[in-house]
T-cell receptor, first 117, second 113 residues
């Protein structure tokens, strides 16, 4: 099946610093990738839709200047959490849309756990 | 916003079939029903999806009612490794749309030895 990877798997940073998370589709091309955030004991919340070669589309309430998304190639999207604060601590998950399959679907990465001290 | 409702939790005996219901009474004609599951601290795993016909794959079966307002995911012989949160999602699947997924609260399935 289609594989999506994320790096790093977990990161601890100091308040005020920026953190970059990478999402890669390993065996397919993904024109669209998605970023989610999940707090403990809650469901996944869609943050933004990332389209290769164009600006990301953010969900209502998500600050685009704080969560910078770049989708420079068909296999890589990055999420940068700028000036991170403790409330940004969360589980960040990406997914990639495999439109090459006869019946397209999305495949999710393993997630990145961010802890801001 | 999520367009589905699911029971918050269910138990199932190991080896038995697990039947997970989902209500999607406002589903549109061009919206598919997708099922994913999430094992603790991992990314969601794709299970199955369908439009109006019943579907089966190596993991599960998906039964969609004739009016498409509800569906049931069936795990035929549940194992302990099937313990997870199961999400039912409806989504438009067209080439020119964003195809975003909006997750509801899901059903926490516990398989009991």
């Amino acid at each position: 099946g289609a594989v999506v990877s994320q790096h790093p798997s977990r990161v601890i940073c100091k308040s005020g610093t920026s953190v970059k998370i990478e999402c890669r589709s390993l065996d397919f091309q993904a024109t669209t990738m998605f970023w989610y955030r999940q707090f403990p004991k809650q469901s996944l919340m869609l943050m933004a839709t990332s389209n290769e070669g164009s600006k990301a589309t953010y969900e209502q309430g998500v600050e685009k200047d704080k969560f910078l998304i770049n989708h420079a190639s068909l296999t890589l999207s990055t999420l940068t959490v700028t000036s991170a604060h403790p409330e940004d601590s969360s589980f960040y998950i990406c997914s990639a849309r495999d439109s090459g399959l006869p019946r397209e679907t999305q495949y999710f990465g393993p997630g990145t756990r961010l802890l801001v001290l | 916003d999520a367009k589905t409702t699911q029971p918050p939790s269910m138990d199932c005996a190991e080896g038995r079939a697990a039947n997970l219901p989902c209500n999607h009474s406002t589903i549109s004609g061009n919206e598919y029903v997708y099922w994913y599951r999430q094992i603790h601290s991992q990314g969601p795993q794709y299970i199955i999806h369908g439009l109006k016909n019943n579907e089966t794959n190596e993991m599960a079966s998906l039964i969609i009612t004739e009016d498409r307002k509800s569906s049931t995911l069936i795990l035929p012989h549940a194992t302990l490794r099937d313990t997870a949160v199961y999400y039912c999602i409806v989504r438009v699947a067209e080439w020119n749309t964003g195809n975003q997924f909006y997750f509801g609260t899901g059903t926490s399935l516990t398989v009991i030895p």
